[in-house]
């Protein structure tokens, strides 16, 4: 089965794109220059503390009551809605999010929190909107087409899957996680053998971009299966194995 969080796996195991927290004081001392009010700033101030030990439930609470004191700081409300989204407080962050969508429409880094939060929540056909209105910012993005891709196999919209997924691999040919997702495109669809055979051919370009992808060969093997070709299976299994425990 597909998973947001697989966009990723190529760069990191985070599932969100949150933003980043300051990391030094230069960067601390611009955030008080974009806090006017010193009440506001002291709670930012705490909550950053919070969210530096990873403290996120206190973090956003500190960053409610930062908002309280000046309710129209992008500052606050962005790190408001990180630390909701780290806190697992995803409506709580869906309604910020919003709240700060309205106010900066066009901010790539809020449009990436929304859309990954209604991923996350399940509700594909908002997520999906917010990563087409990213695309028409910004269209030389593959993973942007590979997350739409995703969401659309889950609402099994597969011919809409299959042409998004198409055009990441399209910009970035030499990546083996665009491959991937085509594969499991065509093997969720049903055990029909022309989907596998499809599923199976875009697998095997998937490791051969990336021997040591352990995913390929799991879902490799689970075609091959479909397939009832189980020695052709079992070579694959072994083969993670080996990756696995070399």
């Known amino acids: 089965h597909l998973h947001s969080d697989s966009i990723d796996k190529d760069d990191s195991e985070t599932a969100f794109s949150l933003p980043e927290q300051a990391s030094d004081e230069s960067e601390v001392q611009a955030e008080e220059d974009r806090i006017g009010d010193p009440r506001a700033y002291d709670h930012f101030m705490r909550g950053y503390m919070?969210?530096?030990?990873?403290?996120?439930?206190?973090?956003?609470?500190?960053?409610?009551?930062?908002?309280?004191?000046?309710?129209?700081?992008?500052?606050?409300?962005?790190?408001?809605?990180s630390a909701q989204i780290r806190a697992g407080r995803y409506d709580d962050a869906v309604s910020t999010a919003e709240n700060l969508l309205s106010r900066d429409p066009e901010n790539m880094k809020v449009l990436t929190m929304i859309a990954d939060i209604y991923a996350k929540l399940?509700?594909?056909?908002?997520?999906?909107?917010?990563?087409?209105?990213?695309?028409?910012?910004?269209?030389?993005?593959?993973?942007?087409?590979?997350?739409?891709?995703?969401?659309?196999?889950?609402?099994?919209?597969?011919?809409?899957?299959?042409?998004?997924?198409?055009?990441?691999?399209?910009?970035?040919?030499?990546?083996?996680?665009?491959?991937?997702?085509?594969?499991?495109?065509?093997?969720?669809?049903?055990?029909?053998?022309?989907?596998?055979?499809?599923?199976?051919?875009?697998?095997?370009?998937?490791?051969?971009?990336?021997?040591?992808?352990?995913?390929?060969?799991?879902?490799?093997?689970?075609?091959y299966q479909a397939l009832g070709e189980t020695d052709k299976a079992i070579a694959s299994y072994r083969e993670l194995l080996q990756k696995i425990n070399p």
């Open 122 to 223: 399940e509700n594909n056909t908002r997520a999906i909107e917010i990563y087409q209105k990213m695309a028409q910012k910004d269209p030389r993005q593959p993973k942007l087409y590979w997350a739409m891709g995703i969401l659309y196999t889950k609402l099994k919209k597969y011919s809409e899957a299959v042409s998004s997924i198409q055009e990441g691999i399209r910009l970035k040919p030499d990546s083996h996680m665009g491959y991937f997702f085509l594969g499991r495109v065509y093997s969720d669809q049903g055990t029909e053998k022309s989907l596998q055979r499809k599923a199976v051919k875009n697998y095997e370009k998937s490791i051969r971009l990336n021997p040591n992808f352990e995913q390929a060969y799991q879902a490799l093997g689970e075609a």
């Open 50 to 81: 919070a969210d530096t030990r990873g403290d996120f439930q206190e973090a956003a609470d500190e960053y409610t009551e930062a908002l309280s004191y000046d309710e129209e700081s992008l500052t606050i409300l962005q790190s408001l809605t």
